[in-house]
């Protein structure tokens, strides 16, 4: 079926720098990618919605020029947190979506990110 | 305003009776509905959905019950196992849009 691989699983970085987290399509085309957050006991909240070739939606209280969205591929997308701090510290998910899938969403295995 | 509500944020079952797991919707747009199972640092993985046409989807030990008048679904499980104790996500979307996720169920099948 279809897989996303999404990498790194986790990833522990200093405050102040960037983080880049990468979400790879391997047997289907991922026109879209959602890209979520989830923080402990909460559900998975929406960032952004990303389209191949076009600019990211963000939702409302992301900031975009924080969490830099990429989607250069049908089969590619990346999330950048850009100058991170400890409040960013989460799990990411990235989930993509075709017309061919019928509604079949396929996530990533999630990124854990801890910024000391 | 959270539009799908998993109230239950926990529930333990023993193992080989049935889990039910209950969600409620309030956008009465939603047309297609989803569960998703969750292991710690992973990702959720689809498990059973329904579209608002049926009222019943049935895939082995697990069944989806929609109640779209009372804008209510469930998931049953049945028997249960221990492999089944993980976090299942209600999720729901109407067209193409992203799906809006409930806060989860913590589901522990005791053996």
């Known amino acids: 079926g279809a897989v996303v691989s999404q990498h790194p699983s986790w990833v522990i970085c200093k405050s102040g720098t960037s983080v880049k987290i990468e979400c790879r399509s391997l047997?289907?085309?991922?026109?879209?990618m959602f890209w979520y957050r989830q923080f402990p006991k909460q559900s998975l909240m929406l960032m952004a919605t990303?389209?191949?070739?076009?600019?990211?939606?963000?939702e409302q209280g992301v900031e975009k020029d924080k969490f830099l969205i990429n989607h250069a591929s049908l089969t590619l997308s990346t999330l950048t947190v850009t100058s991170a701090h400890p409040e960013d510290s989460s799990f990411y998910i990235c989930?993509?979506?075709?017309?061919?899938?019928?509604?079949?969403?396929?996530f990533g295995s999630g990124t854990r990110l801890t910024v000391v | 305003d959270q539009q799908v509500k998993q109230n239950s944020p926990s529930l333990s079952v023993q193992e080989g009776r049935i889990s039910i797991l209950n969600c409620d919707y309030t956008n009465s747009m939603f047309d297609y509905f989803l569960w998703y199972k969750k292991y710690p640092a992973e990702g959720p993985t689809f498990l059973i959905s329904i579209s608002s046409i049926k009222d019943k989807n049935e895939d082995g030990r697990f069944t989806v019950f929609l109640n779209k008048s009372a804008k209510h679904l469930s998931l049953h499980i049945v028997p249960s196992q221990p492999g089944d104790s993980a976090v299942y996500f209600c999720a729901a979307s109407g067209g193409n849009t992203p799906l809006v996720f409930g806060k989860g169920t913590r589901l522990s099948v005791i053996a």
């Open positions: 047997d289907f085309q991922a026109t879209t």
């Open positions: 989930s993509g979506w075709t017309t061919s899938q019928n509604y079949g969403y396929t």
């Open positions: 990303s389209n191949e070739g076009s600019k990211a939606t963000y």
